[in-house]
């Protein structure tokens, strides 16, 4: 693709792209599990908003187009808990939603003093499972959420904190 992908805070102005790029990147997840009432494609401008205030943002851009986005927390105990890791569609596959990952993480744990990280996917998510074990996080639970449904959730240690190997914990931007 050529162009510059940097990845950068998110700022209430970046609140209703964030919110139509989660609303595309989901459609997938919706079609995989027959389910479009998944919270990402409900949720409001102004509960997106509300979100932006509880924790780090994300987002990667191409020029003004935000094209990526992951959203972090750390509880009382230092475990960090990552949501909403997104890549637009014809983003994916070029090593961005990794980069987010990267990026979260090492902010929660400078800022935020994260010992953990946890996140969660669908049982039939393999691309994201795939990506999420890639980066050293391995399944901890898994939630029946419904008849079609089952979150799998997975963990890993600050200790862990890194790219995969052969990569450099610093590389967030580059060529995408």
Do not use: W
């Not at 908003?49 to 187009?65: C, H, I, K, N, T």
């Not at 979260?104 to 669908?122: H, P, S, V």
């Amino acid at each position: 693709m050529g162009a510059s992908v940097t990845i950068s805070a998110a700022t209430e102005h970046d609140a209703e792209q964030i919110l139509k790029l989660q609303y595309l990147c989901y459609q997938r997840e919706a079609e995989i599990y027959g389910d479009y009432t998944l919270e990402p494609l409900t949720q409001t401008l102004d509960d997106l908003r509300a979100e932006l205030s509880q924790g780090p943002v994300l987002v990667a851009r191409l020029g003004e187009e935000v094209v990526g986005s992951v959203r972090g927390t750390v509880d009382e105990d230092g475990t960090a808990r990552l949501a909403k890791l997104i890549v637009h569609p014809r983003m994916q596959r070029h090593g961005l939603g990794g980069r987010l990952l990267s990026a979260i993480e090492a902010r929660l744990a400078e800022e935020l003093a994260a010992k953990r990280y946890q996140l969660f996917t669908g049982h039939r998510s393999e691309g994201n499972l795939r990506l999420y074990r890639k980066y050293g996080y391995a399944p901890v639970a898994t939630e029946q959420v419904s008849r079609r449904l089952s979150l799998i959730t997975l963990e890993k240690s600050a200790s862990a904190l890194g790219a995969p190997p052969g990569r450099s914990r610093g590389e967030y931007a580059a060529s995408a």
